[in-house]
């Protein structure tokens, strides 16, 4: 792979350990903008090694990071901090990176937190008590639920947990929220969003195998970590 990438020869990647031990090679050999300037085609061919990211992301994170390659850093990124609950920054080795992630983790965490505000104001103030009866179940809004609970009846230990980018996307795409609440100045668009572009464009956050994660991390050429100018590292 390392003298196909050098002579501009067409190669793919067949799983991450593959890109792995491709960068370490390019690392050792002095080639890494070799292997940056043809990775990208290089990704086209690889399907499997494309959807196994998500299941890993980290160790790609990081090889992305040494490879100057922007579009496979933020695919991982995405990844990294997609899953709301658990999402992987710490198991990233580099202090750097990870502090990145946690920044690109917190951006998400700063429109989660305005977005519930907003959500709660509108429910207490908007609506009212009486006229917004919800039940909340892994992250599905049942309005007037036959099985409704109220939080003060439940000890915290028995409560429903509540999937927020589910119960995001629920409000977006499904009539269990009055009026009110879907409109009032409420914009969850840029949240929603699928910044993917390797994998899962056609993936939506919230729902079915990503109905935990948010897909919407991104980050700027300026705040990548390395020189996005850089020709020779």
């Avoid at 190669?11 to 370490?24: A, N, V």
């Avoid at 899953?83 to 990233?92: A, H, K, M, S």
Wanted: glycine content about 6%; some cysteine.
């Amino acid at each position: 792979m390392l003298l196909c990438a050098i002579y501009n020869r067409p190669y793919h990647i067949k799983d991450i350990e593959h890109l792995l031990s491709l960068t370490d090679s390019a690392t050792y050999y002095c080639a890494l903008p070799a292997v940056s300037g043809t990775l990208s085609n290089a990704l086209h061919d690889s399907p499997k090694f494309i959807k196994s990211i998500s299941g890993d992301p980290c160790p790609v994170f990081e090889a992305a990071a040494k490879l100057h390659h922007k579009v496979l850093f933020r695919e991982a990124l995405i990844w990294v901090v997609g899953n709301w609950t658990e999402p992987q920054i710490g198991e990233l080795s580099d202090r750097r990176l990870r502090h990145l992630a946690q920044y690109a983790y917190g951006e998400i965490s700063t429109i989660v937190s305005r977005s519930v505000s907003k959500i709660i104001d509108v429910g207490l103030l908007g609506c009212g008590p009486n006229d917004w009866t919800v039940g909340i179940r892994e992250g599905i809004v049942y309005p007037n639920h036959e099985e409704q609970w109220h939080p003060a009846e439940l000890d915290l230990c028995e409560r429903p947990q509540l999937n927020l980018p589910k119960f995001f996307r629920n409000i977006v795409d499904e009539d269990n929220f009055p009026e009110e609440v879907r409109v009032y100045e409420l914009d969850l668009t840029d949240l929603l969003e699928n910044n993917l572009v390797l994998s899962g464009k056609w993936l939506i956050a919230g729902k079915d195998s990503v109905e935990g994660y948010f897909l919407c991390a991104a980050i700027e050429d300026e705040d990548l970590p390395w020189n996005p100018k850089e020709t020779d590292w």
